[in-house]
């Protein structure tokens, strides 16, 4: 009789497994493109790597050549770079804050069209991360660094210099509140998410969807067709690899000073001797940190980045719900409602303003340098979101990655800005003076006037390197698969690699000119990407319009009718085998 259930499960077991088959091939048959070329078929494996025989050499020699080129005229790097900032700012910005615009029109229409209903992997794909732990993982990699960096410094600096959009407003008055938070909210809020939306869409897409690499090569399909595997694809993800690594370091860079910042504070405060806040201290901690981003990735997505990420989010929430217990609670509420609002009313404007005055700079050194930070952040960003958002449909893998992020960081921005606003309009403090004379320690200078200084401090210190760790296992695991011809898994030789080039990046980048270095890279990189992206706006389009035709198509239906067909043969041989088991225990029981 102890044969009978095991037949039984055995058959139960085979009319799954054909139900699964059948769903595959649904998907491989009506929507993966006529082609024998698979991911990684034409890499090398050689000395632990697993690399795309184009893309991951040419990569490295121009990294390699701008580091060198860096290091070898270190004196004249400074001025290069901040040069090199106004020409593109000069030249450019009108495009950034177009496209930027054009990103968010984009994206809306996807979500809120008919092609709100296509899920990511196919009809039958199911969902590879809990929605807990999907958010999680877009927080940490979103912004994290930025957050902290900026949550104190941007407010303050547009409450004593108002931005030239407010015209009329007076700095260092209770009108420039709500508009440098509003302001705050901009560079913060839907447009940074809406470009990541858009890369992290078509990755998604074109990989689960189609069966292409996840590369940016694979969303090109469209007009390309096998000629993503040619050159062509070889310099688009090129662009990508650099564009990613250098959006990454200038993350990177920025959280090492803030780490610096915090450990002198506290260091001058505890300690007979503070730690000093110098370049070649933060190019130690970039090499210890990120000694311990390479144990973290690998370890791998699921057990080193998913749970780091979990911890981080932890941290943040425990952070921000710290600050705004010992801070004016009400104040921030009401600062919070009041800035949204602002917000909301000059939002159709002020995303499509560009400062037109011959020789102002202040645009130059705060909206576009965020639209370039954030366009080469996208690879980044946007290949992890496609990575972990498998199973879920179109609509809301818009709308979550627009607006719950987006949210957040309006609340978070509201209760480190504004009790910072609060410690100028209501107190006789002043930060101003602190954020123009050193923007990374801002936000310690904000706890010294509220309780529990050494606290805030620590976990703010620490919540900055787990940042780092996060955005450096992330980013590596992304530029893994670009370098890899869009495998899934790479060796774990090949991962510590770039988390070790990440870090290199980020200390030659403050060794040759610090933070306006950061801010010139994030630019440049950005601005060629900005023309790929507006490209795959319509390769997106043309993908997500051929799912839906085909998903109307009467072979789909008949396709589904075979699968749920097959479904109800596996349920009646299902509860066969529960029925059978029960009369066997019953008999049983009777012999007995």
């Given at each position: ?306 749970r780091l990420s979990e911890l981080n989010l932890y941290l943040m929430l425990g952070f921000l719900a710290l600050m705004l217990a010992v ?176 870090g290199a990046v980020a200390a030659v980048l403050l060794i040759g000119g610090g933070l ?77």
């Open positions: 009789m102890s044969s009978e259930p095991d037949d039984a499960s055995a058959g139960s077991d085979a009319e799954e497994t054909l139900v699964g088959e059948t769903s595959e091939g649904l998907q491989v048959e009506l929507f993966h493109p006529d082609t024998e070329r698979k991911p990684g078929d034409t890499n090398v494996e050689r000395w632990g790597f697993d690399i795309h025989p184009r893309v991951f050499p040419i990569a490295c020699a121009v990294i390699a050549l701008f580091i060198g080129l860096t290091l070898a005229f270190r004196s004249g790097s400074a001025e290069v770079f901040g040069t090199g900032q106004v020409l593109i700012s000069a030249g450019g910005g009108w495009f950034y804050v177009l496209a930027v615009n054009v990103f968010i029109l984009v994206i809306l229409y996807f979500a809120l069209s008919k092609y709100g209903t296509i899920r990511i992997g196919g009809v039958e794909a199911e969902k590879e991360f809990t929605d807990f732990s999907w958010m999680a993982m877009l927080f940490s990699a979103g912004m994290g660094i930025g957050l902290m960096f900026f949550s104190v410094a941007e407010p303050v600096s547009h409450f004593g210099s108002v931005p030239p959009f407010f015209t009329g407003v007076e700095a260092e008055t209770e009108a420039a509140g709500p508009a440098g938070m509003a302001m705050t909210y901009l560079h913060w809020g839907i447009h940074p998410w809406a470009i990541y939306a858009l890369v992290g869409l078509g990755l998604a897409f074109f990989s689960f969807n189609r069966g292409l690499p996840l590369t940016f090569r694979s969303i090109f399909w469209p007009l390309l067709g096998e000629r993503i595997y040619g050159w062509p694809g070889h310099l688009i993800d090129i662009v990508s690899v650099i564009a990613t690594l250098f959006g990454l370091s200038t993350s990177l860079g920025i959280g090492v000073q803030q780490v610096n910042a915090g450990l002198s504070v506290l260091s001058g405060q505890y300690l007979a001797t503070a730690v000093p806040q110098a370049t070649w201290v933060q190019v130690v901690l970039i090499a210890g940190i990120t000694a311990i981003a390479t144990l973290s990735v690998a370890a791998g997505l699921d057990g080193g980045v998913r801070g004016p609670t009400l104040y921030l509420l009401r600062g919070f409602v009041s800035s949204i609002g602002t917000y909301v009313g000059v939002l159709p404007e002020l995303a499509f303003w560009t400062q037109t005055t011959s020789g102002d700079t202040w645009q130059s050194a705060w909206t576009i340098f965020y639209w370039g930070w954030w366009i080469s952040w996208a690879p980044f960003v946007g290949m992890f979101i496609a990575r972990i958002s498998k199973g879920r449909t179109v609509r809301e893998f818009v709308l979550a990655v627009l607006f719950l992020p987006s949210l957040f960081s309006f609340f978070w921005m509201s209760v480190f800005g504004g009790s910072a606003l609060f410690v100028e309009l209501e107190t006789s403090g002043t930060l101003v003076a602190a954020v123009n004379e050193n923007v990374a320690t801002a936000i310690f200078e904000l706890f010294s006037y509220y309780p529990l200084t050494p606290l805030m401090s620590i976990v703010g210190v620490v919540l900055v390197v787990t940042f780092f760790v996060t955005s450096s296992d992330s980013g590596s695991l992304v530029i893994d698969h670009l370098t890899s011809g869009g495998k899934h898994d790479v060796p774990v030789t090949q991962r510590i690699f770039w988390a070790v080039t990440e306006g270095a950061l801010q010139t890279a994030a630019i440049a990189a950005g601005l060629p990407f900005a023309f790929v992206l507006l490209l795959m706006c319509y390769t997106v389009y043309l993908g997500l319009d051929s799912e839906y035709e085909i998903m109307a198509s009467d072979e789909f239906a008949e396709w589904v009718e075979r699968i749920e067909a097959r479904e109800d043969v596996a349920s009646v041989g299902s509860d066969a085998v529960v029925e059978k088991r029960v009369e066997s225990d019953d008999a049983t029981s009777l012999d007995g």
